[in-house]
């Protein structure tokens, strides 16, 4: 596995994204921490979670409460873990998300978070979604009490413009750590945002980095360079995203969602893939 920076953290160079875990569709609880446990196999060292990733109203924190499990299950296997969680963006078990960024629910949420983690201070913590009632200086001014405090280690956000990730870091006195934006060979909207993280240093963790395909065959046909691509080298059109991805810039850590141990284990391979330059270029300019 290779590796790449978050602040002052060595972490893998490709994460796992917990969602899938937790929400419409989620596996059992064995083959989820089946899943985690590959993940750490394959040399992963940064898991993503969020409060809001559950399934009812009466689950809040599942997604939290399974990696803490897996994590505690795996002994010193999960010494060297990065959990990044969030908070701020909520779903009231319906199946819908409504945002709730004023800083007094944020650090509500993150002691929640810290107890469902059992931990001390929490490695990552990240504003999850802007809240448009909310002055965006407010909602990261409660991320900056957080470090004060020691209850988190290192401040992130996620789904930021360039003008908020500029704001965000000059409101945490140049301690924003990480910007978790959607990407990926189907959602390339963020490009702006990532090249403003490869300037600053900055890590950008593309959520969704498979842009929401499921199977090797759905990618490749959607996106035929990418197929093609995979075809010559023998590996599956989801490793060629991932390192495209990674190809980008030393900053960019895909934090692809698996329920599968299957899926991570392909996922992890990505770190293995060469891409040559005119076959980088293929990938940028057609998809």
Known sequence: ????????????????????????????EARAIET?????????????????????????GHNEILIAKALRLAGSAARDVLVATKGGHRRPGDGTWYVQGDPASIIKACDASLQRLDV??????????????????????????LLDAGKIVM??????????????????????VSVQNQF????????????????????????????GIKSAGELGARHAAFGEVARRHGVSPQQVALAWELAKAPVVIPIPGASRPASIQDSARAVDLVLTEDEFAALDARG
């Open 155 to 176: 401040a992130g956000v996620s789904n930021a413009s360039t003008e908020q990730i500029e704001l965000a870091d000059e409101v945490l006195g140049g301690r924003l």
């Open 36 to 60: 985690i446990h590959a993940a750490l196999d394959a040399g992963v060292t940064l898991i993503d979670t969020a409060d809001a990733y559950h399934l009812t109203a009466t689950d809040v």
């Open 120 to 145: 001390e201070a929490i490695g990552l913590y990240q504003f999850h979604r802007p809240d448009p009632s909310v002055p965006y200086e407010e909602s990261v001014g409660a991320l900056r009490d």
């Open 184 to 211: 990926s060979p189907r959602f390339r909207s963020s490009e702006p945002e990532l090249e403003l993280c490869a300037r600053r240093g900055i890590a950008f963790l593309p959520w969704s980095p498979l842009g």
């Open 1 to 28: 596995m290779q590796h790449r920076r978050i602040g002052e953290r060595t972490v893998s160079a490709i994460g796992l994204g917990g969602m899938p875990m937790s929400i419409e569709g989620r596996p059992g």
